[in-house]
T-cell receptor, first 111, second 112 residues
């Protein structure tokens, strides 16, 4: 079945700098790749997603890139702010709309 | 719209007890899911449903049961609770045409 690996597990950046989180997947049939943000004690919330027919997608300070050949996708956050501190999860859908999640990255923005 | 709602928010069970976690959505989503999230870990799929009357196992179904008698409701049943089932349980739903999961607020379960 699908396996999603996420790196790094923790990431600390200075406010205003950029943060990059990377994920790899194993099933070439996966065609949808969402990213979720989870604040402490809260539910995961979708922040951006990308489909396999698109290489890059941007939404204000957030962007996601996808390399289908290498089977990896990345989340890029620019001009980081304290409210970006959270745990971020990537996921892939190999079929039947069943999400397979990565292990998560705890992002800390230092003022 | 209330979105996805879950009850209870917190629960403490003794080993061997049973309980049902309730989940409801008012977005007319076909697909519904149950995940568990252990401390500091990612989400693992327990069961999912593609419509009323249809359910299927996810990655970690042992010790759980589900039913889907209506589009709106998707309860999760724990039989003979064990300490290994201590976790936060999230219910989620999505449209059949879009796989983005909308999550409920979660139920924090402790088994002692």
């Amino acid at each position: 079945g699908e396996n999603v690996e996420q790196h790094p597990s923790t990431l600390s950046v200075q406010e205003g700098d950029s943060a990059v989180i990377k994920c790899t997947y194993s099933d070439s049939a996966s065609n949808y790749f969402p990213w979720y943000k989870q604040e402490l004690g809260k539910r995961p919330q979708l922040i951006i997603d990308i489909r396999s027919n698109v290489g890059e997608k941007k939404d204000q300070r957030i962007a996601v890139t996808l390399n289908k050949t290498a089977k990896h996708f990345s989340l890029h956050i620019t001009e980081t702010q304290p409210e970006d501190s959270a745990v971020y999860f990537c996921a892939a859908i190999p079929g039947a709309q069943k999400l397979v999640f990565g292990q998560g990255t705890r992002l800390t923005i230092n003022p | 719209n209330a979105g996805v709602t879950q009850t209870p928010k917190f629960r403490i069970l003794k080993i061997g007890q049973s309980m049902t976690l309730q989940c409801a959505q008012d977005m007319n989503h076909n697909y519904m899911y149950w995940y568990r999230q252990d401390p500091g870990m990612g989400l693992k799929l327990i069961y999912y449903s593609v419509g009323a009357g249809i359910t299927d196992k996810g990655e970690v179904p042992n010790g759980y049961n589900v039913s889907r008698s209506t589009t709106e409701d998707f309860p999760l049943r724990l039989e003979l609770a064990a300490p290994s089932q201590t976790s936060v349980y999230f219910c989620a739903s999505s449209y059949s045409t879009s796989p983005s999961n909308f999550f409920g607020p979660g139920t924090r379960l402790t088994v002692l």
